[in-house]
């Protein structure tokens, strides 16, 4: 009687496996500061998934391919998550706007322009 292989498990990816909600909103990758947009953003311009653990140092390339196939299984929901960041990360500059602080407005701007094309 030949051996048989054991067959292949394949067991869903579970927020609770990879990701921790750490404050209200926010969805980070357990073990680091990187949250879940950083690495669907360098997803979207194209990195590949060995890249993406190069560009972001410290982050294992399982939990990189755990975060990419995360998010495609919820995309919609991740997608509406990051345009929350987005539209709080707008407000906020637009109180600082209101608040009469041009030059920290710039340089904020200026800060995630640079942080924009270091993720390219």
Same mark, same amino acid.
């Not at 939990?63 to 991740?78: G, M, P």
């Not at 709080?88 to 942080?115: C, G, H, W, Y």
């Given at each position: ?35 879940? =947009? ?11 998934? #060995? !890249? /993406?653990? $190069? @560009? +972001? ?19 919609? =929901? ?11 990360? #707008? !407000? /906020?500059? $637009? @109180? +600082? ?24």
């Amino acid at each position: 009687m030949a051996d048989q292989a054991a067959p292949v498990v394949v067991r869903p990816v579970h927020l609770e496996d990879y990701f921790e909600v750490q404050e209200p909103g926010a969805i980070r990758i357990k073990g680091h500061r990187i949250g879940i =947009e950083h690495v669907v953003e360098r997803y979207h311009n194209g990195l590949s998934p #060995e !890249q /993406i653990a $190069q @560009d +972001l140092p410290g982050l294992s390339l399982e939990k990189v391919y755990a975060t990419i196939t995360y998010y495609l299984h919820h995309k919609a =929901e991740i997608d509406a998550y990051i345009g929350d960041l987005n539209a709080e990360f #707008e !407000q /906020i500059m $637009q @109180d +600082l706007e209101a608040q009469n602080t041009p030059a920290v407005v710039s340089r904020l701007r200026a800060l995630k322009m640079r942080q924009e094309r270091q993720s390219v």
